[in-house]
């Protein structure tokens, strides 16, 4: 979709940093990380949302959550990591194209409460 920031990201024209790429899916740091290590995945194939995502998209997506997720602590050692996916404007969405947060968690005053 021309007017989405996260396709833009996977056509190169957005710059980020990424975390982990394959032919299905692209992982890459949020902006604005909310701990260190808050990492963006999202499938290259453009979905609004979890209603959106057809079957063979969600499967090659979720298949990649282990590695990329493996990644993130061999990077960074937290001692937890959330994995979040908000779906619609009610429920916190403000990038249209569907993604997973992989926040990871340090404990005591990382910032998540
Ligand atoms: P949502 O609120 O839709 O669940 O999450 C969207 C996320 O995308 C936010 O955490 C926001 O910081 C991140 N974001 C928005 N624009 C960009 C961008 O251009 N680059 C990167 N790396 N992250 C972005
Ligand atoms: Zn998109």
């Known amino acids: 979709m021309s007017d989405c920031i996260f396709c833009s990201i996977i056509n190169g024209d957005i710059p980020a940093a990424k975390v982990f790429e394959n032919e299905h899916c692209l992982a890459f740091l949020d902006i604005s990380q909310v701990t260190k290590g808050h990492t963006l995945v999202i499938p290259k194939v453009h979905s609004e949302n979890v209603y959106k995502l057809d079957e063979e998209t969600a499967a090659n997506y979720f ?49 998540m409460g």
């Not at 404007?89 to 992989?102: K, N």
Request: avoid cysteine; aromatic fraction near 8%.
């Open 63 to 111: 298949k990649a959550i282990p590695e990329i997720a493996r990644a993130i602590k061999a990077a960074y050692n937290p001692i937890g990591l959330n994995l979040l996916n908000n779906n619609g404007e009610a429920a916190g969405q403000s990038v249209f194209h569907y993604h997973m947060h992989l926040i990871p968690r340090y404990g005591q005053g990382d910032g």
